[in-house]
């Protein structure tokens, strides 16, 4: 299986800052790498596809990027609905493998 | 517009057989390049994914569970049944079913559905 290793694991910054979340894969995935927003009690949102494709409707302040086994994904600036948890999710490859999260929180 | 909605027991005894039917509209299980997977997240655990399914038939299981994990689907009816037999207290989780896109070659869950809760109590 590809694992998929997400940092940090939780982060704490202030509406308005820059954070960058690194994901991972322990061998290269090309752009096969996605990233997504999970609210508690709701279903997880697709964010970003193909490394760097912004999915339709997301805000631009997200920016996903890298290929290979290096991937980020960037909020330029923190909105008070962006304090949740991340998962980058890797398809070049059956079994599909979730990193296992980064959660932002409020400083 | 696209929607998915899992539907199931929500109580699960040990040893007994789950299954899981995910009824979605908005889209076709057999337009090429079409899948439907589903991925399960225990009580404050991280996101697993579980098996897919696709438009030609062509399915995938995790290997972890893939003794226990059946995946089918039933084109006319727009739904796609996942089974899971000889469920644990550990199988405790809530249940996502999950439409695949593509873009190129690159896979993805572009649109989800609401959950649910599954409790195998021990």
């Known amino acids: 299986d590809i694992q998929m290793t997400q940092s940090p694991s939780s982060l704490s910054a202030s509406v308005g800052d820059r954070v960058t979340i690194t994901c991972r894969a322990s061998q290269s995935i090309n752009i096969y790498l996605n990233w997504y927003q999970h609210k508690p009690g709701k279903a997880p949102n697709l964010l970003i596809y193909a490394a760097s494709s912004l999915q339709g409707g997301v805000p631009s302040r997200f920016r996903g990027s890298g290929s290979g086994t290096y991937f980020t994904l960037t909020i330029s600036s923190l909105q008070p609905e962006d304090f949740t948890t991340y998962y980058c999710?890797?398809?070049?490859?059956?079994?599909?493998?979730f990193g296992q999260g980064t959660k932002v929180e409020i400083k | 517009q696209i929607t998915l909605k899992e539907s199931g027991p929500t109580l699960v005894k040990p040893t007994q057989t789950l299954t899981l039917t995910c009824t979605f509209s908005g889209f076709s299980l057999s337009t090429n390049g079409v899948g439907v997977g589903w991925i399960r997240q225990p009580p404050g655990k991280v996101l697993e994914w579980l098996a897919l399914i696709y438009w030609d038939d062509d399915s995938h299981y995790s290997p972890a569970l893939k003794t226990r994990v059946t995946i089918t689907k039933d084109t006319s009816k727009n739904q796609v049944v996942l089974r899971m037999t000889d469920m644990d207290p550990v199988d405790t989780a809530t249940y996502y079913c999950a439409h695949i896109s593509v873009a190129g070659t690159v896979g993805y869950f572009q649109h989800w559905g609401q959950g649910t809760l599954i409790t195998v109590p021990s």
């Open positions: 999710q890797q398809s070049y490859r059956t079994p599909w493998t």
